[in-house]
């Protein structure tokens, strides 16, 4: 049976977390249980959701020759890539870091696309010496240092072109991509030239065409928009003999944060491929790079209440995580839901809280206007953090980086240590 809080706003959709005799579970584990193990904070992940998550796409893309990339950063944690590995995922990596991640949990570098729009020529070279599936190269110089470094070594690059379709996402302008205002990809207007170019270098083999219009959207329409655009290229370029294998349709299907109601995966590929078909482009290879839609709801943050600061006009819940363990809210003035893991049935007065981190910054808040029932001592989660958290977490104020514990079933493990003071400053010398 689940019972709700005191002041239930839903669970977000597919985090597998339930309140169950009064406390707050992810698939089967109290979260209190995981607090008197690991203490606080510490990101805890449902291998259970992410699964889900990914089951939706690959329902959406069942019978098609069609391959799920998990964008590494997004979370790019050992175990979490692992999962995805095993899961039969490629990945999309955006440096050698990204990249030497996934070939240490056994990722096979052919299921491996390169993107990002400031590649080194160090990082082509050693793409190419692993093997990697394509670069999605998203300029033309970029396109001739690739040339150049594939000359080099005997070889060819697998590329495709990132082509910017213009189309507006309709999401937070710092994570939108596709406009002609973003420093992403090749314009739309220019990609009949650029392919010709890319044709005519002896290091470049041109394999397909990639885009990527944004992140956290929650509209079909926009993908649609995107993928006739692309489509349409597709066509133009097969008339004057450029025949490409695959088209990458990138990521940034969002998530529930606070309500909001994106299209499921499957339900999305479903109307895509009518647009693919419509064309007779069925035959063609297709990939997509979702990062958000498969770890984001799988993952919270566990924080203690610190104090409790009242004032005139704000109230304060200071709590032990802060924005350099959960940079969204203070950078892109995000929303996370959050919720006591043992909700109070006493008395305690509901209040109004700003719930903000020890940070010496005034940007440095989890939460505005939050209305919760807490005393110092209580366990808060802050909810839909699997997705740009830890992956985006930073060590400032000298806060060593957290620990991350899987959830799966009724088990749970530690995936990273919590950083001890010395790893703060292991490479410095005095
Ligand atoms: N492919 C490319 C080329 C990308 O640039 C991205 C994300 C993805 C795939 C994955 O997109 P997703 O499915 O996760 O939306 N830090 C921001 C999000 C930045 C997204 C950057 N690119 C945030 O916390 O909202």
Known sequence: MTDLPMHPTSLPAGSCLSYQNGELRMES?????????????VFVYSKAAMLQALAAYQQGLQGRRAHVHYAVKANSSLAILKIFADAGCGFDIVSEGELMRVLHVGANPQHVVFSGVGKTQREMRLALQHGIGCFNVESLPELQALNDVAVAMGTKA?????????????????????????????????????????????????????CHIGSQITQTTPFLDAMDKILDLVVDLEAVGIALEHIDFGGGLGIDYKGETPPAADALWQALWQRVDARGLGHKTFMTEPGRSLVGNAGLCLTQVLYLKEGAHKNFCIVDAAMNDLPRPAMYQAYHQIVAIQPRTDHTPERTWDVVGPVCE????????????????DVLAVL?????????????????????VLVDGDQFRCIRQRNTIQDLWYNEST
């Not at 302008?173 to 890319?198: M, R, W």
């Not at 005034?362 to 939050?370: E, M, Y």
């Not at 839909?384 to 991350?404: D, I, Q, T, V």
Request: glycine share 8%; hydrophobic share 35%.
């Open 384 to 404: 839909s953090a699997g997705a740009y958290s830890m992956s985006m977490a930073s060590e400032y104020n000298s806060r060593p980086k957290l620990a991350e």
């Open 362 to 377: 005034s940007g440095d808040w989890l939460g505005r206007d939050r209305q919760l029932q807490c005393q110092p001592g």
């Open 29 to 41: 584990v109290p979260l209190s249980q995981v607090f008197a193990a690991h203490g606080s904070p």
């Open 158 to 210: 697998p590329v495709s072109l990132r082509i910017n379709p213009n189309v507006d996402a309709q999401t937070h302008p710092y994570i939108s991509t596709g406009l002609k205002d973003n420093k992403f990809g090749i314009a739309h207007e220019d990609a009949l030239k650029a392919y010709q170019l890319a044709n005519s270098l002896p290091g470049i083999r041109v394999r397909g065409i990639d």
